[in-house]
């Protein structure tokens, strides 16, 4: 294994320059992630508009991974279907967990997740905002949400 | 030794590679890389003797201690006990009653809230703690005042990490009872005012209780002359195995406390009526302990007795002042924790690379230290920050270790610029 199958340029350029970063005034519902273990935090805020999501944005201070994954994630599921989402969510959960899968090149950009699954110790900072997202799209009420934690 | 006439002796240079032989695991590489160990204020590494004294334990002594007539049981009772006899003379404590093995300084802090606090604190005390306590030693604090009525009072510290006598001086009122401070901080390195602190605290009939767990694997403690009611440390912070820690409490202390826990050694007669405890220090021993790990401690105490100290401080002083102006020189790199009085320690941040990904780059060079809040919330939230990159230092680190990790922050720069 090696750090560019880590921080492949994909990465590195969505660290640097998140999408969908910042505030969101008309959310739906807001929820919070928190990673104990490194003290990431993040807070997801989409728009629901009936079965879809509207609109979604993030914010909070986390490492490269986090950072990065968040990005792609408001990215691709902007538009997306509840159930839609939550399917993308399965694949990459198994994109990042399971050694044993080939790599899902439909994925598109979040196929530059894959190499955390290398580094055990990271696997967290990347699912941190799937779980997130995840949490809130299978609740009835998501406006009333309590945190997620990768614990 | 040298006769009375003869030069003072010059310190002696210390021989680094020959105790890093006395480390195995220093031996391994780590992604190819030889392994620069530079988490030791998480957990240190063990001697081939204390991993021996265990396995010479396990395979030929052990049995269960304080109870069987027959030679094994006797054997692990001595063994068990010996350890007990070296911990007294490495605290430079007055007698064996006021040395309690615990599991670590996590369990010893808590034995003192839940046994001395719980039994005295009333509503309207206080117990004083300073704004760079581990996580230990607030939490329990916070428990046992719930518990009470006492109120947590925290005392500050400076933006060099720095906690100064007068302010802490400045918050003992009428009020404390108990003034629980660190010794050394686990997250900066800063170095407290400890015996300063405790004298005051006496002046004013206050309990003192010190967190050695960083402190006592740089600077010698003698709980003597600190004066101090309790002091607590782990032993696999000071090259000694995990599980196994030790708290010193003042005997007459000791002896006014209730039991923590019920069961096993602690216990003189029991009878469904009413039980009677054991004598110090088993009343606070309940259970069967941890045998093997006090043997282990016992060992690793031998092992650092038998280093000249003097040379060691040195070699430790030597690796902060050389880590502190490698990585002062690296730009958009910011030490945190910048007191005058450190312990071996560089906690620090570099802009634009989250300390995570620090960690996971200098792992790949072999390096290994540790990111994030370092069980101190608090101390990361005085600071504005989510987490840390913090670099500690052992006697057996080498210059070259500190130049690989330089050069490796340079390396995560460059993959982040």
């Known amino acids: 294994m090696h750090l560019t199958d880590l921080y492949r340029d994909v990465i590195l350029d969505h660290n640097r320059r998140p999408r ?26 989409l728009r629901l508009d009936g079965q879809q999501i509207g609109e979604i944005r993030f914010e909070g201070e986390g490492c490269a991974i986090s950072t990065a994954s968040a990005s792609l994630m408001t990215e691709a599921v902007k538009g997306k279907s509840r159930d839609e989402a939550l399917a993308l969510f399965e694949r990459v959960h198994r994109l990042l967990t399971d050694d044993a899968a080939p790599v899902d090149e439909d994925l598109g950009k979040l196929a530059a997740l894959s190499g955390v699954r290398e580094f055990p110790a990271r696997v967290k900072c990347a699912s941190l905002c799937w779980h997130t997202l995840a949490s809130a799209l299978h609740s009835p009420e998501p406006a009333a949400l309590p945190a997620v934690s990768t614990e | 030794m040298m006769n009375s006439s003869a030069a003072p002796r010059a310190p002696l240079a210390f021989d680094v590679d020959a105790v890093r032989r006395d480390f195995p695991v220093l031996a391994r590489s780590v992604h190819g890389k030889p392994l620069a160990y530079l988490d030791n204020g998480a957990s240190a590494q063990r001697p081939e003797s204390v991993i021996l004294a265990v396995d010479d334990y396990e395979r030929h ?7 069987g007539v027959h030679a094994l049981s006797q054997e692990a009772t001595g063994l068990y006990e010996s350890a007990r006899d070296r911990v007294v003379d490495f605290l430079n404590a007055r ?18 809230a839940q046994s001395h606090g719980r039994s005295t604190l009333r509503p309207g005390d206080e117990v004083l703690i300073t704004y760079l306590e581990h996580h230990a030693n607030i939490v329990p604090w916070q428990i046992v005042c719930e518990q009470t009525g006492a109120s947590l009072v925290v005392a500050p510290m400076d933006q060099n990490g720095e906690v100064h006598a007068d302010e802490v001086v400045g918050r003992m009122t009428p009020n404390t009872r108990i003034l629980a401070i660190a010794h050394v901080s686990n997250a900066l ?9 405790v004298a005051a605290a006496k002046a004013r009939g206050i309990v003192t209780l010190i967190d050695g767990a960083q402190a006592v694997p740089h600077l010698p403690v003698d709980v003597q002359a600190l004066d101090c009611d309790f002091y607590a440390f782990s032993a696999h912070k000071l090259f000694g195995p995990t599980g196994i820690g030790v ?46 790990g006090a043997i282990g401690l016992g060992a690793a105490i031998d092992y650092l007795q038998g280093l000249d100290p003097v040379a060691v ?14 990585l002062e020189a690296v730009p958009d790199l910011r030490i945190v924790g910048r007191a ?36 101190a919330m608090p101390v990361m939230t005085f600071f504005g920050l989510a987490a840390t990159a913090r670099a500690s230092f052992a006697f057996y680190n080498t210059f070259d270790e500190i130049d690989r990790l330089v050069a490796s922050v340079h390396r995560a720069r460059a993959l982040f610029a």
Request: glycine share 8%; charged share 20%.
């Open chain 2, 247 to 292: 708290l010193y409490g003042r005997e007459a202390l000791l002896e006014r406390m209730p039991p923590w826990q019920g069961g096993g050694d602690m216990i003189r007669s029991v009878a469904f009526e009413r039980s009677t405890y054991n004598s110090l220090p088993y009343k606070f021993e309940a259970g069967t302990p941890n045998m093997s």
């Open chain 2, 61 to 67: 002594h052990h049995a269960n201690i304080h109870r």
């Open chain 2, 340 to 375: 005058r009085h450190k312990a071996s320690l560089v906690s620090f941040v570099v802009a634009g690379v989250h300390a995570h990904d620090l960690g996971t780059i200098l792992d790949q060079d072999g390096i290994a230290i540790r990111t994030g809040h370092h069980c």
């Open chain 2, 189 to 197: 390195g800063t170095v407290l005012p400890v015996q300063q602190l």
């Open chain 2, 95 to 112: 007698s064996r009653h006021e040395i309690i093995f615990v599991r670590g300084t996590t369990e010893a802090i808590n034995l003192v």
């Open chain 1, 20 to 45: 969908n970063f910042g505030p969101l005034d008309a959310a739906t519902a807001t929820i919070e992630g928190f990673n104990p273990l490194c003290g990431d935090r993040l807070t997801l805020r």
């Open chain 2, 313 to 326: 401080h040195a070699h430790e002083r030597a690796l902060l002042a050389h880590a502190t102006l490698r």
